[in-house]
């Protein structure tokens, strides 16, 4: 089973408000990522955690927050977004294998509006 | 430099034939991964293949075979007997040994499979 799921699909938020995304694996998988996709671009890779810590942060704003509560949950949390955050999140996941082998498993996505 | 180069922003095929999509790549690790992924309108990225940089045999999973040229560092995509389903954006990424928390992406290819 290489099934990583993410809710919700759809969000649309104004920009004061407060939300959450949600990622789950259970494939044992050590390490989750969070990339976000703008239409017609490859993924950007926002935040990796390995053992359940963060171990990458892309220079996100400060107004996405992840955490990682055990090893098969990953949330992103968002407040006072902007309009050019409108784009496609995804949530992956992989074993850690330390090395070039480590295949990403990706979740459906979830496409958020901020208005 | 680029890590990965896909330079065929689209492609046609006709349904039932065969087509390669193009990927090269840049890396002076020795240990490294690459990764073919699919994604359908509906946002998910479907892990295809992966063919390792030691792998002496080209990766082949059903349909899908992967064209490794190492010395040339490209590692094409075939696929044989194109399907309607087949339409989509695929992505060529990389991972290395000695950063292997980062996956590289192309910037993708969007093929078309005609009726």
């Known amino acids: 089973d290489t099934e990583v799921t993410q809710t919700p699909k759809h969000l649309v938020m104004g920009m004061t408000n407060k939300k959450s995304l949600k990622c789950e694996q259970h494939?044992?998988?050590?390490?989750m990522y969070w990339y976000k996709q703008k239409a017609k671009k490859p993924p950007e890779l926002m935040f990796v955690?390995?053992?359940?810590?963060?171990?990458i942060n892309e220079s996100v704003p400060s107004r996405f927050s992840p955490e990682c509560p055990n090893s098969s949950l990953l949330n992103l949390h968002l407040h006072a977004l902007q309009p050019e955050d409108s784009a496609l999140y995804l949530c992956?996941?992989?074993?850690?294998?330390?090395?070039?082998?480590?295949?990403?498993?990706f979740g459906p996505g979830t496409r958020l509006t901020v208005l | 430099a680029q890590k990965i180069t896909q330079t065929q922003p689209g492609m046609f095929v006709q349904e039932k034939e065969a087509v390669t999509l193009d990927c090269t790549y840049d890396?002076?690790?020795?240990?490294?991964?690459l990764f073919w992924y699919k994604q359908p309108s509906s946002g998910e990225m479907i892990f295809l293949i992966y063919?390792?940089?030691?792998?002496?045999q080209n990766a082949t999973e059903g349909r899908y075979s992967l064209n490794f040229q190492k010395a040339r560092k490209s590692a094409n995509l075939v696929i044989s007997a194109s399907q309607l389903g087949d339409s989509a954006m695929y992505f060529c990424?990389?991972?290395?040994?000695?950063?292997?928390?980062?996956?590289?992406f192309g910037s993708g290819t969007k093929l078309n499979v005609k009726p």
């Open positions: 992956a996941s992989s074993q850690l294998t330390g090395d070039g082998t480590d295949t990403q498993y």
């Open positions: 494939m044992g998988h050590r390490a």
């Open positions: 955690y390995s053992y359940e810590k963060l171990s």
């Open positions: 890396t002076s690790d020795p240990s490294y991964g």
């Open positions: 063919q390792g940089s030691y792998d002496q």
């Open positions: 990424a990389m991972r290395e040994e000695y950063n292997f928390n980062k996956f590289y």
